[in-house]
């Protein structure tokens, strides 16, 4: 009987352990990146931790990239209304670009909503592309994208295809909604931005992807998105494609290398 007790114990103390971070995907289905940079932005080099911040907190992993490009991430779970101050009333429908809708209300002097919300309590925080950490320092970036094309800043707006996000939230929580925004370009165009997402408290793999564009000018050949929807996805999808980018050239690595090399010293 006692050995079974201490069992148990055992037991518990394992699943309490592998409940403080979310561990995803499965060995089996992990996500590989979908290019190879060469010289010390060659993943088959090793050390590149994938890293963010909190707003107003601290940096945090969020993973690594191993030496065959397959992604292994170990998302942190953290107190999120801790950090207060730093996520103030409306910061979870603005993460999604949906507070400005049209007829929605009016906005103070400084940019500040006059109106109430049924989500002003929630914390939560979106976050943009990873950081590839080595010897310190960022020294690229990484993309969850359906296509790289749509990664290229001249296209964001004017062909189809989604990116991916992480965000972390206090709650579990079913959010719809229809957002009709007036475009910056055009008095005669509108941009609609939907929202039918299923969180779960902690960690959400966000995906943005733009349905549809319209075309307008005096010939109708200038695209620009038309409707974007928000839904739940996971980074083992097959249409999620994950893209090294450069931030820092091979030399400035060396010399982070060689500063970080004296340090261990």
Request: proline share 4%.
């Amino acid at each position: 009987m006692k050995t079974k007790t201490h069992i148990f114990i055992l037991f518990v103390f394992i699943v309490f352990q592998s409940c403080k971070t979310q561990q995803l995907p499965t060995k089996t289905s992990l996500p590989t990146v979908e290019n190879q940079l060469k010289g010390e932005l060659d993943y088959t080099k090793g050390g590149f931790e994938l890293v963010q911040w909190q707003k107003g907190g601290d940096e945090i992993t969020l993973g690594r990239i191993d030496e065959t490009g397959k992604i292994h991430f170990s998302l942190p779970e953290y107190d999120i209304k801790a950090l207060g101050k730093n996520h103030t009333p409306n910061h979870f429908e603005s993460g999604f670009n949906m507070l400005r809708c049209k007829d929605r209300g009016e906005f103070d002097m400084v940019g500040n909503p006059k109106f109430k919300t049924p989500y002003d309590d929630i914390y939560s925080q979106l976050y943009g592309p990873m950081f590839i950490k080595k010897y310190g320092v960022n020294i690229a970036y990484i993309y969850p994208a359906s296509d790289e094309k749509v990664l290229i800043k001249e296209n964001w707006d004017k062909i189809t295809g989604s990116k991916y996000y992480w965000m972390y939230i206090d709650r579990a929580l079913d959010y719809k909604a229809t957002c009709i925004r007036e475009s910056f370009k055009s008095t005669d165009l509108e941009i609609e931005r939907r929202a039918d997402i299923q969180f779960k408290k902690g960690w959400n793999f966000i995906k943005s992807n733009v349905v549809e564009v319209q075309s307008y000018g005096e010939n109708n050949d200038q695209p620009e998105t038309k409707t974007i929807l928000f839904t739940l996805s996971s980074p083992e999808s097959k249409d999620v494609k994950w893209y090294l980018k450069r931030k820092m050239d091979d030399e400035k690595i060396l010399a982070a290398k060689k500063a970080y090399e004296l340090q261990g010293q």
